[in-house]
């Protein structure tokens, strides 16, 4: 995600806490029928996500007329999730997924995830394995990424298929998860940073400092991209890089004293 659609998806998640939800069509029709207890789980997912803070409808994803209430007019083209053409079949999803988070897209075809679908492998994971369907959450902090991982890759996982790592696989998904951990505090200092460039006054230091965060902003990025192409190595170069970039920005800010 480039440093533009990092800024407003950022801006959407605040109006989103806000309390200003972005409205569809979709979810306004489903909402007023008498729903089965799964679909209602889907609909409060997609509303608690940031997929609906960021204006991201069902049709979207699923295809469909968002013009129309009328039924058959408003799921024409919609196919199930199962049919081999829908872009919400396992096959198809990453795909999907990588019409907007192209950046991501491209650094999981360099994985062996990636190689596994390619091989129409069926324990082969797609995003949807990491970060859910309707609420596409990041992985939490604290052991987020081994626990997910280990659902394939752990003890009593189908080793046939995608090989039991032993003691030094499981350290390096310990590894990822640091990785993981390292990336939500520096994406919360990145938070802080931001806020303080628009703080200051003088317009030679904020020109400055914005040079600075697009620097930092570019370095998140590659830690992204690094994370979902699984390149560990990468990704903790990407986060050394952003984390000194965050440190010189912060004494340049408090050198200056121009809040």
Same mark, same amino acid.
């Given at each position: 995600?480039?440093?533009?659609?990092?800024? =407003?998806?950022?801006? *959407?998640?605040?109006?989103?806490?806000?309390?200003?939800?972005?409205?569809?069509?979709?979810?306004?029709?489903?909402?007023?029928?008498?729903?089965?207890?799964? %679909?209602?789980?889907?609909?409060?997912?997609?509303? $608690? /996500?940031?997929?609906?803070?960021?204006?991201?409808?069902?049709? $979207?994803?699923?295809?469909? &007329?968002?013009?129309? !209430?009328?039924?058959?007019?408003?799921?024409?083209?919609? =196919?199930?999730?199962? @049919?081999?053409?829908?872009?919400? $079949?396992?096959? &198809?999803?990453?795909?999907?997924?990588?019409?907007?988070?192209?950046? %991501?897209?491209?650094?999981?075809?360099?994985?062996?995830? !990636? *190689?596994? =679908?390619?091989?129409?492998? @069926? *324990?082969?994971?797609?995003?949807?394995?990491?970060?859910?369907?309707?609420?596409?959450?990041?992985?939490?902090?604290?052991?987020?990424?081994? *626990?997910?991982? &280990?659902?394939?890759?752990?003890?009593?996982?189908? @080793?046939?298929?995608?090989? !039991?790592?032993?003691?030094?696989?499981?350290?390096?998904?310990?590894?990822?998860?640091?990785?993981?951990?390292?990336?939500?505090?520096?994406?919360?200092?990145? /938070? %802080?940073?931001?806020?303080?460039? =628009?703080?200051?006054? &003088?317009?030679?230091?904020?020109? %400055?400092?914005?040079?600075?965060?697009?620097?930092?902003?570019?370095?998140?990025?590659?830690?992204?991209?690094?994370?979902?192409? !699984?390149?560990?190595?990468?990704?903790?170069?990407?986060?050394?890089?952003?984390?000194?970039?965050?440190?010189?920005?912060?004494?340049?800010?408090?050198?200056?004293?121009?809040?």
């Amino acid at each position: 995600m480039g440093p533009v659609r990092s800024v =407003l998806l950022l801006l *959407a998640m605040a109006a989103c806490a806000c309390g200003v939800w972005a409205q569809d069509p979709c979810v306004e029709c489903h909402a007023a029928q008498e729903l089965e207890e799964t %679909e209602e789980f889907h609909l409060r997912q997609w509303r $608690n /996500s940031a997929h609906a803070a960021a204006g991201v409808s069902c049709a $979207n994803c699923h295809g469909g &007329n968002t013009s129309t !209430f009328v039924k058959l007019r408003a799921h024409k083209g919609v =196919l199930n999730s199962a @049919h081999r053409d829908s872009p919400t $079949n396992h096959w &198809n999803l990453p795909q999907t997924c990588g019409r907007c988070h192209d950046a %991501e897209y491209r650094a999981l075809q360099q994985s062996a995830h !990636f *190689a596994l =679908l390619e091989r129409r492998v @069926h *324990a082969a994971p797609t995003c949807r394995t990491c970060h859910g369907s309707v609420a596409a959450q990041s992985l939490g902090v604290e052991g987020g990424l081994q *626990a997910r991982c &280990n659902r394939c890759h752990g003890p009593g996982a189908d @080793h046939e298929v995608v090989g !039991f790592p032993g003691e030094e696989g499981q350290e390096a998904l310990a590894r990822g998860g640091r990785n993981l951990a390292r990336l939500r505090s520096l994406g919360r200092q990145r /938070s %802080e940073v931001s806020r303080g460039v =628009l703080r200051l006054r &003088n317009p030679a230091q904020r020109h %400055e400092a914005a040079d600075a965060l697009y620097a930092i902003n570019a370095h998140w990025d590659e830690a992204i991209e690094a994370g979902h192409a !699984f390149h560990w190595g990468d990704w903790e170069s990407a986060l050394d890089a952003m984390e000194s970039a965050i440190g010189e920005l912060r004494s340049a800010m408090e050198a200056g004293g121009d809040h």
